[in-house]
């Protein structure tokens, strides 16, 4: 029954806030989301096909279709006015469409789409995007070029596999995805600690969202969203909600309601103004006795 919110680390936490607190440009966009990746002729049907990436990883892996992360994307994009969403699904969710973008100009980064998470050279770690047979592009954005990129959103969400995971650095933290997001420039990510289930996850966004674009903080919408599945049937079971964390500056809300947005500039008005009349009033006073 409380808000929970991560720090990356003490430092990474204490660069966040500073970084908060700069009088820098904001984003002018609300929302960048990528999801429902095409992955080109290596997507899997309905009986699965493993692809062998030998330029990439000795490792194989099965890129099946994530239909709900397609739903998820459409019912998030709704929720924000068409001006101030930019959305990419299938061939269009690629690598190429995101390095392109002025990322610093957005307040939401999304993407629902699968994550690798390679324990022996964590740099590799991906968000896999959609792939096609140019494998100079291949579509796995990887932590070390996460790194490179320029942000300056209030949040990134990872709605995939155990993007929260990595290796251990004494007084750093988890050096996993959800770090060199905050390295780019990010003040909170929301990330999973295990592989999710891909309705759930679509589920628990879509309430996710609501709530945030409700004027609730980041920590409030996704405890609310929690909850909201747990008083569900079939999607009690903390194996559905639990393993989606919020890491960084979490108590932001990046959707302040209009009204507590004027009531708090006016309330600011009258204090400064108040502050001036108080100073020419006492001036006034001084000039009298010196007369």
Request: charged share 25%.
């Amino acid at each position: 029954d409380y808000e929970i919110a991560y720090a990356p680390s003490i430092s990474s936490l204490r660069e966040i806030i500073q970084r908060k607190k700069s009088n820098g440009p904001k984003p002018r966009m609300d929302i960048l989301a990528f999801g429902d990746p095409f992955f080109g002729p290596w997507e899997a049907g309905d009986n699965g096909k493993d692809i062998f990436q030998d330029y990439y990883t000795s490792n194989a892996f099965n890129f099946f279709r994530l239909k709900y992360s397609g739903f998820e994307i459409d019912k998030i994009s709704s929720l924000f006015k068409k001006r101030k969403r930019k959305i990419f699904r299938r061939e269009e969710a690629s690598k190429e469409q995101l390095i392109n973008h002025s990322l610093d100009d957005y307040k939401i980064i999304h993407f629902a789409t699968h994550s690798i998470i390679d324990e022996k050279i964590p740099a590799r770690s991906s968000i896999v995007l959609s792939l096609d047979e140019d494998l100079t592009q291949d579509g796995f954005l990887q932590m070390r070029e996460i790194y490179n990129l320029k942000l300056n959103s209030d949040l990134v969400t990872l709605s995939s596999c155990q993007t929260g995971l990595g290796e251990f650095i004494k007084g750093e933290g988890i050096e996993g995805i959800n770090r060199a997001f905050f390295y780019a420039g990010t003040s909170s990510v929301l990330m999973s600690l295990w592989a999710v289930n891909d309705q759930a996850s679509y589920q628990l966004m879509e309430r996710f969202y609501l709530h945030l674009r409700s004027s609730e903080s980041i920590m409030s919408a996704l405890r609310k969203a929690k909850l909201e599945l747990i008083d569900s049937d079939a999607l009690s079971h903390p194996y559905y909600w639990a393993a989606f964390i919020v890491s960084g500056k979490a108590d932001e809300v990046i959707f302040p309601h209009p009204i507590k947005k004027w009531l708090f500039f006016g309330i600011s008005f009258l204090f400064v103004a108040g502050i001036i009349l108080a100073a020419m009033k006492d001036r006034r006073k001084k000039l009298k006795i010196s007369f």
